[in-house]
């Protein structure tokens, strides 16, 4: 019997090129994403009954999600954040959790910087105010010379301060274990949290969510920040205490904040963030280019085929899955 590949990332379709490509290995391909399960009415558990390996979106892959895969043997997460999978649990049923770092570093780099210029330039604020039949022409200021404070420096971190050195930003830094030779050949100051805070006119998030990152920027945190210093958050939702931002924004103490991640997906509706006109808001899409998905979602594919053809994959979140059985 043929192995099958269930996908429940949403930007995949039958026909296209992961489906080509995990046909070529000799894999039956059945496509569930949220919004077909919705209007089908199928649970996540349902599908994922005869699954051997799972091209995973942002779906939540919990315990109960797991066990009700008995022939599962590999997750292939498109992204670099693996959170939505219980990986212990995947890891006790001998299901290997592999990740895609670094296919949507450009990607999500570009949206901190476009969404850096919205803030700096008042861009939302300009176009609400035009389409309310008012003209006003509010003063910005620039990203030259303008201190960058970026909390985590890897791929995209690293990425994202090249685009400010050459916008003419300061550039600096808050990591446990900075990459030495980057360091040294930007100049990009590495400093501990609260100083860097207390230094940037804008902080950008880049570190996995994690109990020891959960709520990291906290009612002290934003106290840390400058009054017009920006928040930019393309990291998770989690990592920032919403409550406590919509309180410090609400009081004025924050010139604004960005977030393309949120701890809720999508924002309720009843959230305070919503009605402030100093929040910027984009739908989870800083790795949503054609050319990261592309490179995310095959890098994804690949993994799952290497597993499922008894390879050790590229970018393995578990190896101690092997050692367990199910």
Sequence with gaps: MSKRVLVTTPYLEPGGEVDRLLTEAGFDTVFAPASLRQATGLSLTGVVREADGIVAGTDAFTAEVIAAAPRLRVFGRCGAGYDNIDVACATRHGVAVTHTPGANRRSVAEHVLALMLNCARLIPQNTAAIRAGDWAQRSGCELHGATLGLVGLGAIGQTVARLALALGMRVLATEPDP????????????????????EADFVSLHLFLAESTRNLIDAEALRAMKTSAYLINTARGGIVDEQALA????????????????????????????????????????????????????????????????????????????????
């Design 247 to 326: 309180e410090a924004l609400e009081r004025g103490e924050l010139g604004g904040a960005a977030l393309d991640v949120l701890a809720q997906e999508p924002l309720p509706a009843d959230s305070r963030l919503r009605g402030l006109d100093n929040v910027l808001i984009t739908a989870h899409i800083g790795g949503a280019t054609t050319q990261a998905r592309s490179r995310s979602s095959l890098l994804a594919a690949r993994q799952v085929v290497d597993v499922l053809h008894g390879r050790v994959p590229a970018h393995l979140v578990n190896p101690e899955y092997a050692r367990e059985v199910r």
């Design 179 to 198: 990459d030495r030779e980057f360091l040294a050949e930007t100049g990009v100051r590495v400093l501990p949290l609260p100083e860097l805070l207390a």
